[in-house]
């Protein structure tokens, strides 16, 4: 029985020299090329003169571990905004203060995301756009960005920070043809038989301390990655869900991105999860750790409890989307009765 979502395969090169340097080798002048996007942070959290970091109550826990593990800058929360917008009083805001904002689910329209680098022309504060789950979202340069390329493709590692007050740095970088175990044996066996080894991957993120570069075994991989392809492949694959889904989903989606990580269904069916991982489709559940939080708010618990991020990766086509929504609706149908 096929198997849809988990990790993903090894990138199979499909093109020779798509893009020499990688997918954002224009930048290179004012771009570091780091192991992971927590790196991406730490790099940013070297200058001295960040006091404060303001970071999204609706986030991953692992970025607050690493900052109060490898610094002493102070951590402010802030909760979202029903359109995903970060509600903070400006006038809180000082110099030496920097404002996390999440691309969420690769989705976010770009007069959003236009409003969130503003709040560096209107304040005191430096704005950093997480585009981990927006590996294809073009940089404001006058802002930081940060991505990571293991999201979106398959590569165990590797990330970026971009932006003009970026200088090209290089930084030491470790042997990690070891971790690409995890992608080759998903080929062979399935994601869900490689999901122990990319958990032991992964473990390496959480122990580490240290800033360091792209490995160079990565840093070759992704200078064949057929990139327009897989963009084209991830946004149709988006558009059918959401012609197949959108009417049942509580989410209100942006259709003109070209950079989706999944596509994001928000249900009303908490059992839902669990019934999609019996019919072999493997789901993350985006930071449960928010459910409990005292800091979080009914929009952000909600997000927390119900939605489901479908795969839309450029491992399956449209007749794969075809199976993966009517599971879905028929699933919702049995509930319902």
């Known amino acids: 029985m096929k198997e849809y979502g988990g990790c993903l395969h090894f990138e199979i090169l499909e093109s020779i020299g798509q893009a020499k340097g990688g997918y954002y080798a224009a930048f290179q002048e004012h771009k570091v090329d780091v192991d992971c996007g927590r790196s991406a942070i730490q790099w940013i959290l070297k200058d001295r003169s960040i006091k404060r970091i303001w970071l999204p109550v609706y986030n991953c826990p692992l970025v607050e571990k690493r900052i109060v593990d490898v610094s002493d800058v102070k951590i402010i929360w802030y909760n979202l905004s029903e359109d995903f917008l970060p509600q903070i009083d400006?006038?809180?805001?000082?110099?030496?203060d920097v404002i996390l904002?999440?691309?969420?689910?690769?989705?976010?329209p770009e007069k959003t995301i236009d409003k969130v680098a503003s709040i560096q022309k209107e304040t005191l504060a430096r704005i950093i756009i997480d585009n981990i789950p927006a590996y294809f979202s073009k940089p404001r340069m006058d802002v930081l960005n940060i991505y990571s390329c293991r999201k979106f493709l398959g590569v165990p590692d590797g990330g970026h920070v971009i932006g003009n007050a970026v200088m090209c740095e290089e930084l030491p970088v470790y042997q990690t043809s070891e971790n690409f175990l995890y992608l080759l044996k998903a080929i062979e066996s399935g994601s869900n038989s490689a999901y122990p080894d990319y958990q032991l991957s992964e473990k390496r993120f959480l122990r580490s301390k240290e800033i360091y570069g792209m490995p160079i075994l990565t840093t070759r991989i992704l200078e064949f990655v057929d990139y327009e392809n897989v963009i084209a492949v991830r946004k149709k694959n988006f558009q059918r869900l959401e012609a197949c889904l959108g009417k049942f989903n509580r989410l209100k989606i942006n259709m003109e991105t070209d950079t989706p990580s999944v596509y994001p269904f928000l249900t009303d069916d908490s059992d839902l999860r669990g019934r999609l991982l019996d019919n072999n489709i493997y789901i993350s559940q985006f930071w449960k750790h928010v459910l409990s939080s005292e800091k979080a708010n009914l929009f952000e618990k909600d997000l927390a409890k119900y939605l489901i991020p479908l795969p839309i990766d450029q491992r399956y086509g449209l007749s794969d989307?075809?199976?993966i929504s009517?599971?879905?609706v028929r699933l919702l149908k049995d509930k319902r009765g």
């Open 90 to 96: 400006f006038g809180k805001l000082c110099k030496g």
């Open 101 to 108: 904002w999440i691309n969420y689910y690769g989705i976010m």
């Open 321 to 323: 989307m075809d199976i």
């Open 326 to 328: 009517d599971k879905v």
